[in-house]
């Protein structure tokens, strides 16, 4: 069984960055397909950024590209997201998901591994 474990959430200012981490325990995320997920106050989750382990290739949504970062760290069997020029919609809780495979899915129903999430919040 695949444990993650999500860190780096925080208070920041609009305009600032914040780097999240999500740490894998059990398994190694090789083979694995890795996203980030939030959930802002009152609203569903929503799809942030996708990384397949062994290609590395990314996928991201619409209202984070040009702004967002996902990227995997091997020897500490870990994915970051980069999270820079923050403005106040990106206030959520952030969540890691990971599935077997490689296909850069981003429904929530397509990853069977979930974290239990960090809150980030921007102030205006």
């Known amino acids: 069984q695949v444990q993650l474990v999500e860190s780096g959430g925080g208070l920041v200012q609009a305009g600032g960055s914040l780097r999240l981490s999500c740490a894998a325990s059990g398994r190694t995320f090789n083979n694995y397909r890795i996203g980030w997920f939030r959930q802002p106050p009152g609203k569903e989750r929503e799809f942030v950024a996708v990384i397949s382990w062994s290609s590395g290739s990314t996928y991201y949504a619409d209202s984070v590209k040009g702004r967002f970062s996902i990227a995997r760290e091997n020897a500490k069997n870990t994915v970051h997201l980069q999270m820079n020029s923050l403005i106040s919609e990106d206030t959520a809780v952030y969540y890691c998901?990971?599935?077997?495979?490689?296909?850069?899915?981003?429904?929530?129903?397509?990853?069977?591994?979930w974290g239990q999430g960090t809150q980030v919040t921007v102030s205006s």
């Open positions: 998901a990971a599935q077997r495979g490689d296909s850069l899915v981003y429904r929530t129903s397509q990853y069977n591994y």
